[in-house]
């Protein structure tokens, strides 16, 4: 069973830094692509940044510069990370890791989504 657990989100001061975390705590046979999404209140949820299997990072306009995606796959655990810098209060909403992947052999391959996590620009 497939289980991405995050962390790393709350308060964060605009101009600042916060770094949020994704692992699988099951095991998955195969990862494909690997990211962030995000939604505020009254929003539809955006992308925020994805790397794919080969390392090819993407970014939203509004995070390039100043959001870092980077993924570990050489353990089993499998982890994706976002190194968020330059903070500003327009960065708050919750944060939602994703993997696509096969998580068995005979599996289809689908995206698995974490529960979220909360961040919050604001002096």
């Known amino acids: 069973q497939v289980r991405l657990v995050e962390s790393g989100g709350g308060l964060g001061q605009p101009g600042g830094s916060l770094r949020l975390s994704c692992t699988d705590s099951?095991?998955?046979?195969?990862?494909?692509?690997m990211g962030w999404y995000r939604q505020s209140p009254g929003q539809q949820r955006e992308m925020v940044a994805e790397?794919?299997?080969?390392?090819?990072?993407?970014?939203a306009d509004s995070v390039k510069g100043r959001f870092t995606i980077w993924d570990n796959r050489r353990n089993i655990e499998n982890a994706v990370y976002l190194e968020m810098t330059s903070l500003r209060p327009e960065d708050t909403a919750v944060y939602y890791c994703y993997v696509n992947a096969r998580a068995t052999v005979a599996g289809l391959r689908r995206d698995y989504w974490g529960q979220g996590t909360q961040v919050t620009v604001s002096l």
């Open positions: 790397i794919s299997a080969g390392g090819t990072r993407t970014y």
């Open positions: 099951g095991s998955i046979f195969e990862v494909y692509d």
